[in-house]
């Protein structure tokens, strides 16, 4: 098994723009804010550098926002991939400027979307936060993001943005995940997995049948 990666969330304390238009007689809502930002000492005691995370970007850029699957949910997400059912909005645009980094994103007509649309007209504030996988460089009283970072949305959509760190710390950075045949899983499946495996090996099938009845209760 690879070594481990944490999932990192990220809230930006900058207020987001709301962008309502009319367009052939319907409405189209948008936001525009700061998704995220490089060489800054974040509230979480992380600092992502520039040449890491503009690489990263890059490579979003190409890889979701260009292929137009760029997508984003509401609420805080507890894994690092995007689940469609949640999805509210799509990334339209992520781009530097200065040490920041301006996103732009549309918001859609799904079930989770109508919910930011109501809410956008309500007056609500709403925040986004940036989701990705990555390991940690400790030094000078700051978390470094390594270069393994891997971006996995520019932005989810949150209600709360004074949300505690021990929320994010134990939610979202509790667990390890690995890269399994190019898919992030838990850590704990995979060695699950292999234990599984090794052992029908030694055929050990008493202990492979309770091991797997475990591995089952997990997914």
């Given at each position: ?41 974040n ?35 507890d ?40 809410l956008?007209?309500e ?17 000078n ?21 004074s949300a ?13 995940w ?42």
């Amino acid at each position: 098994m690879g070594y481990t990666l944490k999932l990192i969330s990220e809230h930006i304390e900058q207020d987001t723009d709301y962008l309502i238009e009319e367009k052939d007689g319907k409405k189209e809502y948008k936001i525009k804010g700061i998704f995220m930002q490089a060489d800054i000492k974040n509230r979480n005691g992380r600092i992502y550098p520039m040449e890491i995370l503009n690489k990263e970007v890059k490579r979003y850029n190409k890889e979701y926002i260009n292929e137009k699957r760029a997508f984003g949910e509401l609420g805080h997400p507890d894994g690092p991939t995007v689940n469609l059912e949640r999805a509210s909005h799509m990334i339209t645009a992520l781009y530097p400027d200065g040490k920041n980094y301006i996103g732009e994103a549309k918001i859609l007509g799904t079930p989770m979307g109508e919910i930011v649309k109501n809410l956008m007209d309500e007056g609500a504030k709403l925040g986004v936060s940036s989701r990705g996988m990555g390991s940690l460089d400790s030094k000078n009283g700051a978390n470094y993001v390594r270069n393994d970072f891997y971006l996995a949305t520019a932005a989810d959509i949150v209600a709360d943005p004074s949300a505690p760190n021990a929320f994010v710390e134990g939610i979202f950075e509790g667990k390890d995940w690995v890269w399994d045949n190019g898919t992030l899983v838990e850590a704990e499946l995979v060695r699950m997995k292999d234990r599984i495996e090794r052992r029908t090996k030694s055929r050990h099938a008493k202990e492979d049948a309770l091991e797997f009845a475990k591995f089952l209760k997990l997914l």
